[in-house]
């Protein structure tokens, strides 16, 4: 597919598939060719989907979903509820998704994450008053997770973000950051 299209630098096929389905991982090929895969499709999510996308979070902290333009013409993806029905489920995932600072983009922008992402080497060194965090490869930001008991007070080289207890979004800024530890 590749060679006959030479004009698409990217690709999105699916996180987790089957063997008839382009499974890819996030990554940038040799040719700068980008692989965004998509976690969910439809409107509506099933049982399944919203466990893949807690673990995705957790892993990436990214979501991608597809909407199929026939869905509404498929009583299975459509679940047999009208357009109404579907939007508002879809609406309610994009607010579940916002509630952890997903922030939404294009396919084009997620790209670009995934090129930073994969450029991107991290060390960090602890000591009694916090951590510091070298950024390897940094390209011009980059969003990192950090888990810790320790209640974070300052942060310079970028900006930090409550998520949930113990877990705090870095947006880094410069090569070296440093999170200071409350007292």
């Known amino acids: 597919m590749i060679r006959q299209f030479e004009d698409i630098r990217i690709y999105a096929g699916v996180y987790i598939g089957t063997d008839d ?5 996030f990554s940038v090929l040799e040719n700068d060719i980008v ?29 991608s979903n597809y909407i199929h333009p026939d869905d509404i013409l498929d009583e299975e993806r459509s679940d047999g509820g009208d357009f109404s029905a579907m939007l508002a489920a879809y609406e309610n995932m994009v607010l579940w ?4 600072g997903l922030k939404t983009t294009t396919i084009s ?8 992402y994969c450029n991107l080497s ?18 011009d930001e980059a969003y990192l997770m950090l888990r810790t008991k320790e209640i974070p ?8 973000t409550r998520i949930d207890e113990d877990c705090y ?3 880094a800024e410069l090569s070296d950051i440093r999170v200071e530890w409350r007292k």
């Open 21 to 25: 389905q382009l499974v890819q991982e």
């Open 35 to 63: 692989l965004v895969p998509r976690l969910t499709a439809d409107m509506q999510m099933e049982s399944s989907e919203w466990w893949l996308q807690v673990n995705e979070l957790n892993y990436h902290y990214y979501e």
């Open 97 to 100: 998704n916002q509630q952890y």
């Open 109 to 116: 922008e997620a790209a670009g994450s995934v090129q930073r």
């Open 122 to 139: 991290v060390s960090q060194s602890n000591d009694t008053d916090g951590v510091t965090i070298h950024l390897e490869g940094l390209i």
């Open 153 to 160: 007070e300052n942060i310079s080289g970028g900006e930090l």
């Open 169 to 171: 979004l870095i947006r």
